[in-house]
């Protein structure tokens, strides 16, 4: 080739490259659906019939693919599903009796003691071995070996001397002394005693309604068989349901505990997302307020109560603490708790596969270091063009989903409610639907940008000790400034002598809503008033408050102390008794758009908040009973913004609103009513075209449902969105460390130092390729047993290897016995790569 073709070609490739930049997501479309079968669902993508495997892939299937075909996919490996037992407590005291359609039952889950005693009958490593292949490792906490910031919690078990192995004569031995204990209070004396190898009341062996996952054949349903086995060693009749999803989660998650329909389940939790900081997580799965504990915060059923982890975590979780180490001594004192309440304990989780098509991509996508592949994987893969079809020259991303029952559907799709949109099949859909104000980077887990604008760097914070102990917020608020007073339906000034801790200022990269309106600082105001009005109860028989809600919004919002709503600026800067001090963006003021759904964070504009509330508290056009919580009561329908019936009540409501001109208390002196109608008009004409009321400000909209196929489709939104198609890719590629392997000492005593040896190699994210790290922080951080740790800095050597020296005067003064050493890599303030290791000392 001459040297000026050479050019040419450089230039046209430059042209190319730079004309595949474009407003929006690099894809044009995502299409999802579900295999029934995940060895299919494998098969179909290494084909190429799909281009991702948007779930687990078991070890038994990935291990029989030929090299050929193992060729074909880029592999994604995480620690991703975990395994879970939820138990039901109630009625959680002595003397641990129901009363269940005229007749007493005994619950032996209600008893503490026997509950923890499960943590020993379980053989964990057993269950890594034989049910997930050796790919996977024991859990005994939320937090999932390997993720950044979890080994300290997974040490609280250590120290209660839970071990992988399990000891099933201790748990014998303390279920026996539980039950004797339980027999002999006078309400149970006569009734419950052993006969043989049973355990009886009233005569009736004392029975166990376990609900067990069929529709997991390779996980689940071996774990529930191999539990109940073991529970009946121990003389507890168990009833084996084995039952599908939606039968499962409808009767543990929709019915009262104290009617005693079901005793365990087997659950099963993605990681969700890469995490630093796990205190919402802890609060997630042991804190009742958080509404994941039997009862679920449902006022009308009966609920497990536990105040004192509640009140450890409710203020950490909404950053109202004064120190690092406050944070520490509380998170870790309230996973103790957890774990020894033991109403859920952790089983086992899984060394996750996830493939994809390695030819129908131009290059790796991101992926959660920690839970896999995620939105931002759907968000910045691109794939090559289709060459034929109705779609000819587009790039359409297919992406495939597990489901036994054929249903990518499980859960309503509720932006408000806090089971709205919570399964794992729609956590995809939804992530490319909405754009938060902030979200945790999949590849550093630190709090991200995606739509407020803030300098944290500028962040105000003055707080200080009270003669009380308690903190004191030194800042001054504002008399000018206002709260959303739900009683009146106002903006009031918070007048005088009002402090706070916090105080910052929020803008926003405005877009537009998928109807084509323009996000606005009324859909800003909107949604901080929303969670005021439903989570204050204004007096008997409040239409517009939800109890559910109000547990887990009413103390947050009490932390905002006052606001000032720049509408012209499309600013706000606000007051907050919070701060997080390693790492204030989590407390920074931040403008989203997002009223409600906690955990979850689907959003829609404010004229859909507005029907959806209206619908709930004043009434439907078809008379349906429309709530923000799952009921199992028929008669009661959860909102569900993508159900035939709902929409066109949703519609329906859009349309009174017009005919009055109708304007928002929070809103009015905000817009117009030119301004309402215009919303209520665009969002008619949206469900009209889409027949769905989902609308969001995401890099894509919902463009097809169909939930007999189990399909969905989405088309990529290019009006106005702010972001160009390269720029998450290029913004998560960054060089990351990797711990491949450590070697500790065999034979260590105390008289002498102990020195590990550490492989570390870098890669550059999200590609595979490694290489030996030269210069990285590395560091072995050894437990001690009041919990406090020492911290050893690692020599580097040749060929990325590094050795920690622990001293003998250190060792010496530990006592025989095994001790964690926490073994960290990092190049540079990324989050680190994380290897605990036991040390044995003789």
């Known amino acids: 080739m001459k040297k000026g073709l050479v050019v040419l070609a450089l230039v046209l490739c430059a042209v190319t490259a730079f004309a595949q930049v474009k407003v929006g997501p690099a894809v044009d479309k995502v299409i999802f659906d579900v295999r029934m079968d995940q060895n299919i669902a494998l098969k179909d993508t290494v084909e190429g019939k799909t281009d991702i495997f948007f779930g687990e892939v078991p070890a038994v299937y990935f291990n029989k693919l030929s090299d050929a075909d193992k060729a074909k996919l880029d592999v994604y490996t995480v620690p991703s599903l975990t395994f879970s037992l939820i138990m039901n407590p109630a009625p959680n005291k002595a003397p641990f009796t129901l009363d269940v359609e005229g007749k007493t039952q005994f619950n032996p889950f209600a008893i503490r003691e026997f509950r923890y005693a499960m943590n020993w009958l379980i053989d964990r490593q057993k269950i890594v071995n034989e049910i997930l292949m050796g790919a996977g490792f024991p859990m005994f906490t939320m937090g999932t070996p390997g993720q950044p910031g979890t080994y300290k919690y997974n040490l609280v078990a250590s120290q209660l001397g839970m071990s992988a192995r399990g000891n099933e004569k201790k748990a014998m031995t303390d279920m026996e002394a539980a039950l004797n204990a339980a027999a002999a209070l006078p309400a149970n004396k006569g009734r419950l005693v052993k006969s043989g190898a049973w355990w009886t009341f009233d005569g009736q062996p004392v029975t166990i309604k376990f609900l067990i996952r069929v529709d997991d054949p390779t996980g689940r349903l071996l774990l529930g068989r191999y539990v109940s086995d073991q529970l009946e060693k121990v003389g507890i009749k168990v009833e084996r349901q084995e039952f599908d999803r939606s039968k499962c989660i409808n009767t543990v998650y929709g019915t009262d505990p104290k009617d005693a329909v079901w005793h365990m389940y087997t659950e099963g939790w993605g990681a969700g997302a890469t995490r630093a900081y796990w205190a919402h997580i802890v609060a997630q799965m042991y804190a009742p307020y958080y509404g994941n504990m039997p009862g679920y915060t449902d006022p009308e059923i009966w609920n497990y109560t536990n105040d004192e982890i509640d009140t450890i975590l409710e203020p950490i979780v909404n950053n109202s603490f004064l120190t690092e180490k406050d944070y520490w001594d509380g998170v870790l004192k309230a996973q103790k708790i957890g774990l020894e309440e033991a109403v859920r304990i952790y089983i086992s989780a899984s060394e996750a596969r996830f493939v994809a098509n390695k030819a129908r991509f131009t290059g790796r996508f991101a992926y959660g270091l920690g839970d896999g592949p995620n939105e931002w994987s759907l968000r910045t893969a691109d794939v090559k063009p289709e060459t034929s079809g109705p779609n000819k020259g587009l790039k359409v991303l297919r992406v495939t989903q597990f489901s036994s029952r054929g249903s990518l559907f499980m859960f309503a799709w509720d932006p408000v409610g806090g089971d709205g949109f919570s399964d794992s099949y729609v956590a995809g859909i ?108 204004d007096g008997e028989g409040d239409k517009y408050y939800d109890e559910a809600l109000s547990s887990l919004y009413l103390e947050a919002l009490k932390l905002t102390k006052g606001q000032v709503w720049n509408y012209k600026g499309k600013t706000v800067q606000a007051w907050v ?104 008009d665009a969002s008619i004409k949206f469900i009209d075209t889409y027949k769905h009321a989902f609308i969001g400000n995401g890099p894509f909209y919902i463009n097809k449902i169909d939930t007999v196929a189990n399909y969905v489709e989405l088309t990529a939104f290019r009006d106005s969105y702010p972001y160009k198609s390269d720029y998450w890719a290029k913004a998560f590629r960054m060089q990351l460390s990797s711990i491949d392997s450590v070697t500790m000492p065999v034979g260590a005593t105390r008289a002498k130092d102990a020195v590990i040896t550490v492989k570390v190699s870098s890669y550059m994210y999200p590609d595979t390729a490694k290489t030996p790290l030269a210069k990285a922080k590395v560091t072995g951080a050894l437990q001690m047993p009041d919990g406090s740790e020492k911290v050893y800095d690692a020599k580097a050597g040749a060929a990325g290897t590094y050795t920690v020296t622990i001293p003998a005067k250190d060792l010496g003064a530990l006592k025989a016995g095994s001790y964690t050493v926490v073994i960290q890599s990092a190049i540079g303030t990324e989050t680190p790569s994380v290897s605990p290791e036991t040390l044995v000392l003789f």
């Open 577 to 680: 008794d919070a701060q997080f001090p390693m790492e204030p963006a989590r407390s920074a003021p931040a403008l989203s758009v997002v009223a409600a759904n906690p955990g979850y964070n689907a959003a829609v504009p404010w004229q859909i908040y507005e029907a959806l509330a209206q619908m709930v508290a004043e009434g439907s056009k078809s008379g349906t009973t429309y709530t923000f919580q799952y009921s199992d009561d028929a008669s009661i329908v959860e909102v569900d913004v993508k159900v035939p019936s709902c929409v066109a009540d949703i519609k329906a409501k859009l349309e009174e609103l017009k005919a009055k001109k109708f304007i928002p208390a929070p809103l009015k002196g905000f817009i117009t009513e030119a301004e309402a109608i215009a919303r209520y």
């Open 430 to 537: 939804r992530g490319l639907v909405v754009d938060t104000g902030t979200f945790e980077a999949p590849n550093t887990a630190l709090t991200t940008k995606l739509r407020s604008v803030f300098d944290e760097k500028k962040l105000q914070t003055s707080v200080a000790l009270n003669a009380k102990g308690e903190i004191e917020g030194k800042l001054a608020v504002p008399a000018t400034a206002v709260t959303y007073d739900s009683a009146s339906k106002t903006w009031k000034p918070v007048g005088s002598g009002v402090t706070a801790w916090t105080t910052g200022t929020s803008g926003y990269l405005w877009g537009k809503w998928h109807d084509g309106q323009p996000e606005t600082m009324a859909d800003m105001v909107y949604a901080t008033a929303f969670a005021y009005e439903w989570s204050n109860k």
